[in-house]
């Protein structure tokens, strides 16, 4: 069973930054993909980003150009560094890992964006 942990949420003003990082049980060369998703108060969990193993990454439109994810294969990690925040981004940030048709989720972890 996979596990994965997410930790770096907190507190920050408007134009701030913010890295998160999401420490997965395995090596993640054995993970299909790993993503970020988000959830804000009253709205449906979404995709914020994922990376595959070959590099292969995807977006969310509203976080285009600032947030950045990436991996680090010898700390069986994944991050998202978030740059730019804006109030919008004030969620509940969940790491995701799908192995074969399996998928996992982390604790969440809260990220709030002060204006």
């Known amino acids: 069973q996979v596990q994965v942990v997410e930790s770096g949420g907190g507190l920050v003003q408007a134009g701030g930054s913010l890295r998160l990082s999401c420490a997965a049980s395995i090596s993640i060369f054995s993970i299909n993909t790993m993503g970020w998703y988000r959830q804000a108060p009253g709205k449906q969990r979404e995709l914020v980003a994922h990376i595959t193993t070959d590099g292969s990454t995807n977006y969310a439109d509203s976080v285009k150009g600032r947030f950045t994810i990436s991996r680090v294969y010898a700390k069986n990690t994944v991050y998202l560094q978030m740059n730019s925040l804006k109030p919008e981004d004030t969620a509940v940030y969940y790491c995701?890992?799908?192995?074969?048709?399996?998928?996992?989720w982390g604790q969440g972890t809260q990220v709030t964006v002060s204006s």
């Open positions: 995701n890992a799908a192995q074969g048709l399996t998928l996992y």
